[in-house]
T-cell receptor
Framework: DQQVKQNSPSLSVQEGRISILNCDYT??????FLWYKKYPAEGPTFLIS?????DKNEDGRFTVFLNKSAKHLSLHIVPSQPGDSAVYFC????????????FGKGTKLTVNP | DADVTQTPRNRITKTGKRIMLECSQT?????MYWYRQDPGLGLRLIYY???????NKGEISDGYSVSRQAQAKFSLSLESAIPNQTALYFC??????????????FGPGTRLTVL
């Protein structure tokens, strides 16, 4: 049973436009959510996170939105840059539970110049 | 210098061989993890350790074992490698003592091929 789902394996956008990456989760015990970015031949790196007590968190060009009732979160990148081309993983954790990150399968973002 | 290092970075081996992947960290974190990444399957947890004397199975521990030799070192062993263990393996760390244990820091990965 996949608890964290990224239903779009890939996304292609033009430089300067908005990129929206989506993530759905099924476990209502998850209370903290993270996005990781991965370039080829490198390990994933932390990008941005959000606690379940918030519905938005912003860091520069990156904003994560959380809709708890829909069990849905999204990562917005504005404006998108070619260097943003990478695989993005959504992850979730139950801080009072298992304390283990559960990852989605990832979405490959390509930003075209 | 990298905070989380993995050795080897690449390894090709044959079915039935014993393989050890090593992970070292200089971050002083108490928690360490081993994941594997397969195309289209994301990152799956193999084993994790919240302290030197603590070892826990993850989602896909069959065929693997681990050793937490010290706070800074966490090794993953494949006792008898099989071709479907061909994957990219990542070690990660996090630090509960700092309160920011949700964020994990990953090593560069080991690409393992089992022929």
């Amino acid at each position: 049973d996949q608890q964290v789902k990224q239903n779009s394996p890939s996304l292609s956008v033009q430089e300067g436009r908005i990129s929206i990456l989506n993530c759905d989760y099924t476990n209502s015990m998850f209370d903290y959510f993270l996005w990781y970015k991965k370039y080829p031949a490198e390990g994933p790196t932390f990008l941005i996170s959000i606690s379940s007590i918030k519905d938005k968190n912003e860091d520069g060009r990156f904003t994560v939105f959380l809709n708890k009732s829909a069990k849905h979160l999204s990562l917005h990148i504005v404006p998108s840059q070619p260097g943003d081309s990478a695989v993005y993983f959504c992850a979730a954790i139950s801080q009072g539970g298992s304390e283990k990150l559960v990852f989605g399968k990832g979405t490959k973002l390509t930003v075209n110049p | 210098d990298a905070d989380v290092t993995q050795t080897p970075r690449n390894r090709i081996t044959k079915t039935g061989k014993r393989i050890m992947l090593e992970c070292s960290q200089t971050k002083g974190h108490d928690r360490m993890y081993w994941y594997r990444q397969d195309p289209g399957l994301g990152l799956r947890l193999i084993y994790y350790s919240f302290d030197v004397k603590d070892i826990n199975k993850g989602e896909i521990s069959d065929g693997y074992s681990v050793s937490r030799q010290a706070q800074a070192k966490f090794s993953l062993s494949l006792e008898s490698a099989i071709p479907n263990q061909t994957a990219l393996y990542f070690c990660a760390t996090s630090d509960k003592t700092s309160g920011f244990y949700n964020e994990q820091f990953f090593g560069p990965g080991t690409r393992l091929t089992v022929l």
